[in-house]
């Protein structure tokens, strides 16, 4: 009797342990979650998510008054909106299984599959949700960056459609090209650390063609078109400045040696940057404006995203020294030479600040900072310069193409801006049925 109960027990013994046991076996040869790596990544997410409310607020204060809430609802909506579209579809499209070195397939589609494994793929230390909320954060700032080339006259509901298309039909295949397994520029060797290609360039040249296609703002006058709050904006930029750092340092996707470099020539090229505008405008005007340090601050930060994780300290005070005084001359003599009104600089500052420090890229990279990158001209390879000027017309020619065809389609079933009586008014009214500075007045006389 004791030798069958003997016999019973190791039967349910083994009944509970074999199905258990692949299961296991399956649990050791998953990747190895680096709660280090995993535990600086959020954060990081979380400081490139604090840009774009510093974004609001940047743009927000270099409008006027009557249109500061409309502005600053155009970042938060981009936020919210692209948050539920990258969810949707956005990150299988730019990160899932390549189709011909163009798109990601739907094998994501609605986040099925991204769990708390890792992607080898993408890194082998992260889980993928994780990797995937980090780039969503990137998504976003894209698409609210370009709203300062239009700001002060596109209605809302065009706006938003904008974001939807925009990010959908531009951001997510760039996204993929360049950062995507076997995407082509990826495959061709492009370098683009944290961005220079994909947000920066890509939102700049969008800009341009969006402020070319709505056209001038109506008022006339210099006095009338000043910025209506300072403060504002210095507050935006230095949340800009702060929330770079997980830009560019979480770009290295582990707290890693590369991230701690990638924070320091943010920093160097973004304080030679606002330092070199400065100069720049007070030779030429005679005074240093904090509009000014605010402005050469941020173009210092577009020029050193693409090659923070790939150039040295000395090169970066180098790319900063040239960046102020470039983004700075395509602001106060572009603008007014060619006659487009691109209100907030965004292709000024973004467009051409990626573009330049998408090309220095390809110059002063070095092996010696990160051997997994490669040598740019400077240190004997001047393949590179070509791949980095590939890279950047083909972000280019895209971007433009594309935002042309998405604005022609919404004109077609819309007037893209608000009307002459509601400009003269201002958004925030117009739109949103506010007043950023008299709002209890507003309230009253609605009720």
């Not at 509970?16 to 190895?32: C, F, K, Q, T, Y």
């Not at 990160?95 to 769990?115: C, K, P, R």
């Not at 292709?347 to 490669?374: D, K, R, S, Y």
């Not at 393949?383 to 020619?397: E, F, G, K, Y």
Request: aromatic share 10%.
């Amino acid at each position: 009797m004791k030798t069958k109960f003997k016999w019973i027990t190791l039967l349910i013994t083994l009944a509970i342990s074999v199905p258990g046991l692949p299961v296991m076996a399956a649990a050791a040869d998953a990747p190895a979650i680096d709660t280090g790596d995993t535990a600086f990544i959020i954060v990081c997410a979380a400081l490139v998510m604090i840009m774009t409310p510093g974004l609001a607020l940047f743009y927000g204060g270099m409008v006027r008054k009557k249109n500061v809430l409309g502005t600053i609802m155009q970042s938060f909506a981009a936020m919210a909106l692209v948050s539920v579209q990258w969810v949707l579809i956005g990150y299988t499209l730019g990160f899932g299984t390549d189709i011909g070195h163009l798109i990601g397939n739907l094998q994501w589609l609605g986040m099925s599959g991204v769990g708390i494994d890792p992607n080898p793929d993408y890194s082998a230390t992260i889980p993928q949700s994780v990797f995937a909320v980090f780039q969503l954060m990137f998504a976003i700032i894209t698409v609210a960056l370009i709203s300062g080339s239009f700001a002060e006259r596109m209605r809302f509901p065009i706006f938003i459609a904008f974001v939807l298309l925009w990010t959908t039909l531009v951001y997510d295949p760039l996204a993929h090209w360049v950062w995507g397994v076997n995407g082509w520029l990826r495959n061709l060797g492009a370098l683009d650390f944290a961005g220079g290609t994909v947000v920066h360039i890509s939102s700049g040249v969008s800009g341009l063609v969006a402020c070319l296609f709505l056209g001038r703002r109506r008022e006339e006058g210099f006095d009338a078109m000043m910025p209506h709050n300072l403060p504002m904006t210095m507050l935006g930029a230095a949340l800009l400045w702060f929330g770079w750092f997980g830009f560019n340092a979480g770009s290295a996707l582990g707290a890693n040696g590369l991230a701690g470099h990638a924070f320091l020539v943010t920093n160097t090229c973004a304080a030679v940057g606002a330092l070199s505008w400065v100069g720049a405008e007070w030779l030429h005007h005679g005074k240093p404006t904090a509009l000014g340090f605010a402005s050469g601050l941020v173009a210092g930060l577009v020029a050193i995203t693409p090659a923070a994780g790939f150039v040295s300290p000395a090169s970066s005070i180098l790319m900063g020294i040239i960046v102020g005084p470039l983004c700075y001359y395509a602001v106060s003599h572009l603008k007014s030479k060619f006659g487009y009104d691109d209100t907030l600089d965004a292709f000024g500052i973004h467009g051409v600040g990626g573009i330049f420090g998408a090309l220095a890229t390809g110059v002063l990279a070095t092996t010696a900072v990160n051997p997994a990158g490669v040598d740019g001209l400077l240190f004997g390879n001047p393949h590179q310069l070509l791949v980095q000027l590939i890279a950047v017309v083909a972000a280019v020619a895209f971007a433009a193409t594309a935002t042309f065809v998405i604005l022609n389609v919404l004109s077609m079933f819309a007037s893209l801006r608000i009307s002459e009586d509601a400009e003269e008014i201002g958004l925030d009214i117009t739109q949103h049925g506010e007043d950023a500075y008299s709002y209890m007045e507003i309230s009253s006389a609605q009720r």
